[in-house]
């Protein structure tokens, strides 16, 4: 489905790690507008979401005219899930590509236009685990899965340190680097000026000369 330019307005929502562990979440979307939600992914990190249109009169099936297209985009472009005219839906993947990605909701323009409401929960490493299944599956008693999710989130948090320490790295090298270009360029024009203030001088002093001044 193309949206043009002037009818898709992006609406980015940028999710942190600790919204991960809380509920899901709950937007307006309205006809002809497309809006989009960031969730910062680590590269060989799990991630799982699902969505579905909050139905405005429970107890009735929804609207024909109540569906939505939804596309999840890695950072580079690439496409890891796409569903079309749907009315709820879910993915799962594993991420391969470290940084921003986005999935984004679209409605077909109506007129009237109509403004769904959408449910949204994204989820991305630890807090992607199903660890009520993962207790179920290992006959393991509740305490030993609280201490093995507990295991997992500050394995979690160490990685994300690490992490951040590289960006923190990268942005140092960026600074640095910037910071030297500057210097250069602060340097190359002060040059040309004392150049500029040179000739300027030698062409004043020329001038008086041939005027017979000095």
């Known amino acids: 489905m193309k949206i043009s330019s002037s009818t898709f307005v992006s609406f980015v929502i940028t999710l942190g790690f600790l919204s991960n562990m809380a509920d899901s979440l709950q937007f307006n979307l309205e006809s002809g507008v497309g809006k989009c939600v960031s969730e910062d992914v680590r590269s060989n990190s799990m991630s799982v979401g699902k969505y579905h249109i909050v139905n405005p009169n429970e ?44 999935t984004c909701f679209w409605v077909v323009d109506h007129n009237p236009k109509i403004t769904l409401t959408i449910d949204f929960e994204w989820r991305t490493g630890v807090a992607a685990k199903d660890w009520s299944s993962i207790a179920k599956k290992d006959t393991v008693d509740s305490m030993e899965s609280e201490l093995k999710k507990l295991q997992e989130v ?58 017979k001044l000095i």
Request: hydrophobic share 40%; glycine share 6%; with cysteine.
């Open 59 to 102: 107890g009735h099936p929804l609207p024909e005219t109540h569906n939505l297209t939804v596309k999840v985009t890695s950072p580079t472009g690439t496409s890891y899930h796409l569903a079309e005219h749907v009315s709820s839906g879910q993915f799962s993947f594993h991420a391969m590509e470290v940084g921003d990605f986005l």
């Open 154 to 211: 500050i394995t979690s948090i160490h990685e994300e340190m690490f992490y951040l320490r590289d960006r923190e790295k990268e942005m140092q090298t960026l600074n640095i680097g910037t910071n030297s270009r500057l210097g250069w360029l602060s340097v190359l024009s002060l040059c040309v000026s004392l150049a500029v203030a040179g000739l300027q001088f030698w062409h004043l002093k020329n001038f008086f000369q041939k005027k």
